[in-house]
């Protein structure tokens, strides 16, 4: 195993500082996002992850769309307080990737392999977390920093209608890059991986 896949690993952060200068073409990230499409594992094959890529103009719409409904729930103070932290750390990227799992792709599992019926909702969280990863990790060894969100189910109904996803799609996370305007903070200390992992069997 090479040690670059690890250091890219052990080197992505969460960036809430973003710019939305740009270090490579999108077609750049559209080319790395459908290379993973076509390569990470799925349960039975299921294939069921969608991606949304939203550039720019795009980008910034949906986070406009998202302060919009942010503006008829809260307070004026906390709106006021949720819509900066919005600006400068979601939508001063340039760009959003939204994760959607296909439910359309998962009752047909669920049908074609009633035995693992039960298990299908929670492969389908993992199929997607494992998407979630791999591109956050892709961007950062890109030189983007990029953070995980949830709006949803908040977002759903309006994204659906403004970009026509279909209503089988379900919303898992949202992740929103751009060019990182600071360092992140040192990491939360992390309890020993001592304490976390047992070993059988080593070789002395
Ligand atoms: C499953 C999962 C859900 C997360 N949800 C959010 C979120 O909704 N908003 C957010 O700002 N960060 C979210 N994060 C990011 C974590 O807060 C962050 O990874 C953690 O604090 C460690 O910081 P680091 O990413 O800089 O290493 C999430 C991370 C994971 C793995």
Request: glycine share 4%; net charge neutral; hydrophobic share 40%.
């Amino acid at each position: 195993m090479g040690h670059s896949f690890i250091d890219a690993i052990a080197k992505r952060r969460s960036y809430y500082h973003l710019s939305d200068s740009k270090i490579v073409d999108d077609s750049t990230i559209i080319a790395l996002v459908d290379k993973l499409l076509l390569t990470m594992p799925t349960p039975f094959n299921v294939q069921s992850t969608r991606i949304v890529l939203l550039f720019d103009e795009q980008h910034r719409e949906f986070w406009h769309l998202l302060m919009g409904i942010l503006r008829n729930m809260l307070s004026p103070e906390r709106f006021e307080q949720s819509s900066r932290k919005i600006e400068s750390a979601f939508m001063s990227g340039c760009g959003t990737i939204l994760f959607y799992e296909d439910g359309e792709a998962l009752d047909n599992m669920r049908r074609k392999f009633p035995l693992y019926a039960k298990n299908v909702d929670t492969w389908s969280e993992h199929s997607s977390a494992m998407f979630q990863f791999a591109i956050w990790t892709a961007l950062e060894d890109i030189g983007y920093g990029a953070s995980l969100q949830h709006y949803n189910p908040l977002v759903d109904n309006a994204v659906a209608e403004r970009w026509l996803i279909s209503h089988k799609w379900r919303l898992i996370a949202q992740m929103p890059f751009g060019t990182p305007l600071d360092i992140p903070t040192e990491r939360l200390q992390r309890s020993s991986p001592l304490k976390r992992r047992i070993v059988f069997g080593e070789e002395p």
